[in-house]
């Protein structure tokens, strides 16, 4: 059974940064892309940024500069530093393992930006 489960999040002020991390069980790196997507309300669920099982990452032109997604394959464990966080970056963040045919989310964690 595949689980994600994610924590880091919380309250910052604009400017401020923040570290997401997302533990998996059930399920290996090395198969498949890992990734960080966020929802506000009224909105829908955006790709942040992702990395491929070979380690080429994506970053969303919004957070270009200012997120990094990176992980540990011997823990399982997926990264998201956030830096210099905006107002717009409030969301609720979820992580995703997805390779072909399977597609696993956790049940998020909620960033809040504000002063």
């Known amino acids: 059974q595949v689980q994600l489960v994610e924590s880091g999040g919380g309250l910052v002020q604009p400017g401020g940064s923040l570290r997401l991390s997302c533990v998996a069980s059930?399920?290996?790196?090395?198969?498949?892309?890992q990734g960080w997507y966020r929802q506000s309300p009224g909105k829908e669920r955006e790709l942040v940024a992702d990395?491929?099982?070979?380690?080429?990452?994506y970053h969303a032109d919004s957070v270009k500069g200012r997120f990094t997604v990176s992980r540990n394959i011997d823990t399982n464990t997926l990264y998201l530093q956030m830096n210099s966080l905006k107002f717009e970056d409030t969301a609720l963040y979820y992580c995703?393992?997805?390779?072909?045919?399977?597609?696993?989310w956790g049940q998020g964690t909620q960033v809040t930006v504000s002063s």
């Open positions: 995703n393992v997805r390779y072909p045919g399977a597609n696993y």
């Open positions: 990395i491929t099982a070979g380690g080429t990452t």
């Open positions: 059930g399920i290996t790196f090395n198969m498949n892309i």
